[in-house]
């Protein structure tokens, strides 16, 4: 399977996440990139390619072009301003207050978030325009006869909606690579989530459409991040009514269960007729990792893999969550041989 990724990922690095009431060191943070590299190094998976520059199009198809704008210049109003810290919102439009962007920076960062773990640094533009120019990249080489190729996607993307950024993603790089499968002829798409978190963005932007069916498999929103969507009730809208499928989860979620929900899943997508697939794949569904509550272990993943290889579908998939850094590349490879075991 080919791989797509790139070192400006660098580029992101935050210096804090709030987490329980401190600013500890971020659990995204650039050494994931490298666990990931060293297990898909040692595994064989040696074709590797430079991302192609994203066209403008691309973000404009998935994202309101006031929030890829706000991304653009942010750190730039904010530097303006005088602030030389990261870009941490503290201020939020809730219920009952005025919903349109202000004109100050602060005020706009508020705006644009819906989380304050995530900070906007010097770097994160280029990181994250460059995480989305992945996933194009690869969804690009699949559209071309590639039956797979991993985008090696960081920042992460499926918390990333039409016009807003949290749970440390800023543009998502799943949607970018669906479309980009529309685009490239497939009438029907689908996006798998396997992340423990819910892709409530990814959700966000195909929430009306019939053409891309989403399915997500997570940690019950009641207990977990990112609280507010996810729920079993979310099933679309207009266009896309029932073209949204949730599996909420309770804590302590193993295999087992885990693979029903996945069997339901992919025999919902096929029944949609998808032609192509994108895997939203974080392995923050491992029992070590330090952020979620379910149990898997690392032969689990070669037999999800195994699972998703079955489904026979020109696959893209692209890089989430998943912390448990000495162990998330170990766990993201052994779904790449999984599938490619199976795989027609
Ligand atoms: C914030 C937790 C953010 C989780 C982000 C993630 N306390 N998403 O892994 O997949
Ligand atoms: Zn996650």
Redesign the pocket.
């Known amino acids: 399977m080919l791989v797509v990724r790139s070192d400006d990922h660098l580029l992101h690095a935050p210096a804090g996440e709030v987490?329980g009431g401190r600013l500890v060191e971020p659990f995204e943070r650039p050494d994931r990139w490298n666990s990931i590299v060293a297990a898909l190094d040692a595994a064989g998976f040696t074709d590797v390619r430079e991302p192609e520059p994203l066209d403008a199009d691309a973000l404009a198809a998935v994202h309101d072009p006031r929030y890829v704008d706000f991304l653009r210049t942010a750190w730039d109003e904010w530097t303006a301003d005088g602030y030389d810290g990261d870009m941490i919102p503290t201020c939020f439009p809730v219920r009952r207050m005025q919903q349109h962007p202000p004109i100050d920076i602060d005020g706009r960062l508020g705006y644009y978030a819906f989380?304050a773990?995530t900070s906007i640094t010097s770097g994160t533009w280029s990181a994250a325009l460059a995480s989305a120019a992945i996933a194009r990249t690869a969804q690009g080489l699949v559209s071309r006869g590639e039956s797979a190729a991993f985008g090696l996607c960081r920042p992460?993307g499926?918390?990333a909606g039409l016009d807003y950024f949290g749970?440390?993603c800023f543009l998502n790089n799943a949607a970018v690579a669906a479309h980009g499968f529309r685009e490239s002829g497939a009438e029907r798409v689908a996006v798998l989530d396997v992340?423990?978190?819910h892709g409530n963005g990814t959700q966000d932007i195909f929430y009306d459409r019939g053409d891309v069916f989403f399915a997500s498999l997570h940690g019950d929103p009641a207990h977990e991040?990112p609280h507010f969507s996810g729920f079993a009730d979310e099933t679309g809208i207009g266009a896309g009514t029932g073209a949204t499928c949730n599996y909420p989860l309770p804590p302590g979620t193993g295999f087992i269960e885990w693979s029903e929900a996945l069997a339901d899943a992919c025999a919902r997508l096929v029944e949609h007729g998808a032609e192509a697939l994108v895997v939203s794949l974080?392995v923050?569904t491992f029992g070590g990792d330090p952020?979620s509550s379910f149990e898997l272990a690392t032969d689990d993943y070669s037999e999800m893999g195994r699972s998703l290889g079955r489904l026979g579908l020109p696959t893209v998939y692209v890089m989430?969550?998943g912390y448990a850094v000495d162990a998330i590349g170990v766990n993201t490879v052994n779904v790449l041989v999984g599938h490619e075991e199976t795989s027609p």
């Open positions: 987490y989380a773990e992460p499926h918390h749970g440390y992340d423990f978190h991040f974080g923050d952020i989430e969550g």
